[in-house]
């Protein structure tokens, strides 16, 4: 038996770090996906396999043993196998184009696209069902995960979060083409959200100030997105950046970058924690290829991007 799935990634358009302190954000799928391919096999074991490397290990053994950024995956298979008291093992494969650890949602995607792919095996979940299980294995290893990444991963398409009220799609008419670029520096979220916090602590005025504007800031985004202003939108992702750069999670490389991409778009910024990770252009179609051009130049390594309406698909 074999079931297979494919997820997107994801990049946030406004938002992030504020959306820790109840600000709202607002997300978007992008048309680079991840792909899991499962089978069900005789031997009691289940085998992951990726670009990153493989585990296996035996049906018995306690998850609570495991170190492995594999977890969310071998809990999937796990918690599967059990509850539908099936005998026997799985062989995960998972084959991503989303580069991971900058910020553009890999472990998401392929949370989701697992759940949707191990338990296609044995039944036919709906895409809020299998979310379900996407959010309790990215749990594993992300214990504080507010579920939004792999939400708009699911569903596809832009939208609006925050801690309060969950998930909410944001209807754009807009096809809009991003570039994005890695600064190729890892981030660990974790660290970076952190840094903001002792920056809180210390300028507890300015970081309510920045907070609010970045309310309003996010009230006109979704206005520009469902009037689809291009113009106005890349405006306010720079002044975004302002914001982010306030807060400390901006560097030279990423300033940089930021520079160069601004000089043929309609606006950039970081997209997930900074300090690292990726940026953000929102380009016109006609400037894209030199866009592009003008980053690889400088040995930026960049790629464009769409919105992704999809979301999950299984085949
Ligand atoms: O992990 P990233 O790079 O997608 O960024 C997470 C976004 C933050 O707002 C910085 C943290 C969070 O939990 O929302």
């Known amino acids: 038996m074999k079931s297979v799935a494919s997820a997107p990634g994801k990049v946030i358009l406004f938002g992030e770090h504020f959306v820790v302190y109840g600000v709202k954000a607002i997300l978007c799928s992008i048309n680079k996906r991840v792909k899991v391919t499962s089978i069900t096999t005789e031997e009691d074991s289940i085998y992951i396999k990726s670009n990153l490397g493989n585990i296996t290990i035996s049906r018995s053994k306690s ?4 170190k492995s ?15 539908f008291d099936k005998k026997g093992g799985i062989e995960v494969t998972i084959e991503s184009a ?19 792919s191990i338990s296609g095996l044995f039944t036919k979940y709906s895409k809020k069902e299998i ?13 504080n995960t507010s579920g939004a990444d792999c939400t708009v991963c699911t569903f596809g398409g832009i939208i609006e979060y925050d801690k309060e009220n969950g998930s909410k799609k944001i209807d754009s008419p807009s096809n809009f083409h991003f570039v994005i ?5 890892p981030h660990s979220t974790n660290s970076v959200v952190d840094k903001v916090n002792h920056y809180k602590e210390k300028n507890e005025l300015v970081f309510s100030s920045l907070c609010k504007e970045e309310t309003e800031l996010i009230k006109k985004a979704v206005q520009y997105l469902k009037e ?14 302002e914001y982010l750069e306030k807060i400390g999670v901006s560097n030279n490389k990423l300033r940089k970058m930021i520079e160069i991409a601004n000089q043929t778009s309609y606006g950039s910024k970081i997209t997930g924690a900074g300090l690292g990770g990726c940026i953000i252009s929102l380009v016109n179609e006609a400037k894209l290829d ?6 690889e130049h400088k040995n930026f390594e960049c790629f464009s991007a769409k919105i992704d309406s999809k979301g999950l698909d299984t085949f």
Do not use: R
């Open 290 to 295: 030199q866009t592009l051009e003008n980053l």
């Open 181 to 185: 670029s890695n600064s190729n520096i």
């Open 228 to 241: 689809s202003d291009l113009g106005s939108l890349g405006k306010i992702l720079t002044k975004n950046q």
């Open 63 to 66: 998850l609570d043993e495991i």
């Open 69 to 83: 950024p594999f977890l969310p995956f071998l809990y999937l298979a796990k918690t599967l196998l059990d509850k």
């Open 131 to 143: 979310l379900k299980f996407a959010i309790e294995a990215e749990k594993t290893i992300f214990e």
């Open 98 to 116: 989303i580069p991971s650890g900058v910020g553009l949602g890999s472990s998401s995607a392929c949370c989701v696209a697992a759940a949707a």
